[in-house]
T-cell receptor
Framework: EVQLLESGGGLEQPGGSLRVSCAAS????????MSWVRQAPGKGLEWVSA????????YYADSVKGRFTISRDNARNTLYLEMNSLRADDTAVYYC????????????WGQGTLVIASS | EIVLTQSPATLSLSPGERVTLSCRAS??????LVWYQQRPGQGPRLLIY???NRATGIPARFSGSGSGTDFTLTISSLEPEDFGIYYC?????????FGGGTKVEIK
């Protein structure tokens, strides 16, 4: 059974940094691309970033480009999102999600971790 | 970026009714279009991929259709557990985008 467990969310001041993690199990982690998707309180879904299975290719939404960095450690079956220069509009639940083989849509999602950027 | 527009924003319906949700893309996404359901307090669940293929474990009352720029999700007969928000998403090129969602609520 595929399991994705996010951690690392919390309260951080605007301008600060935070790293969230996603521990994966139940599948061959290195074979699949992964994404981060966020959802601001009471709002819809927003794709944030994606990374290929090897980690060699990364993609970002314009809203986070230059501030956020996605990475993965395939030996530890863990996905990361390093968030710098946090803004109030980065406040959201951050979900990690698996891709399917060869396409970037999401059959499996974690439960999410809440990031709050506020003073 | 490709903009996905969902309509209507909200539907108020009774159990047993037929539901038709729309997702329109600002440019062709071929059949690279999926649908998710999100119940209150839960993460999204994949319903439909490739515009018309049901994901594993999804009941037959859910169906998808369309290609290019116009897509439809149909629920043939609403069950109580079907109330929630439905999102479309394309994956034809980067960046990925979601539609704004359609909320299906109890009348």
């Amino acid at each position: 059974e595929v399991q994705l467990l996010e951690s690392g969310g919390g309260l951080e001041q605007p301008g600060g940094s935070l790293r969230v993690s996603c521990a994966a199990s139940g599948f061959i982690f290195s074979n699949f691309g992964m994404s981060w998707v966020r959802q601001a309180p009471g709002k819809g879904l927003e794709w944030v970033s994606a990374i290929s299975g090897s980690g060699g290719r990364t993609y970002y939404a314009d809203s986070v480009k230059g501030r956020f960095t996605i990475s993965r450690d395939n030996a530890r079956n863990t996905l990361y999102l390093e968030m710098n220069s946090l803004r109030a509009d980065d406040t959201a639940v951050y979900y990690c999600a698996t891709h399917v083989d060869g396409a970037a849509y999401f059959p499996h999602w974690g439960q999410g971790t809440l990031v709050i950027a506020s003073s | 970026e490709i903009v996905l527009t969902q309509s209507p924003a909200t539907l108020s319906l009774s159990p047993g009714e037929r539901v038709t949700l729309s997702c329109r893309a600002s440019q062709s996404v071929n059949r690279d279009l999926v649908w998710y359901q999100q119940r209150p307090g839960q993460g999204p669940r994949l319903l439909i991929y490739g515009a018309s293929n049901r994901a594993t474990g999804i009941p037959a009352r859910f169906s998808g259709s369309g290609s290019g720029t116009d897509f439809t999700l149909t629920i043939s007969s609403l069950e109580p557990e079907d109330f929630g928000i439905y999102y479309c998403q394309h994956h034809t090129k980067w960046p990925l985008t979601f539609g704004g969602g359609t909320k299906v609520e109890i009348k």
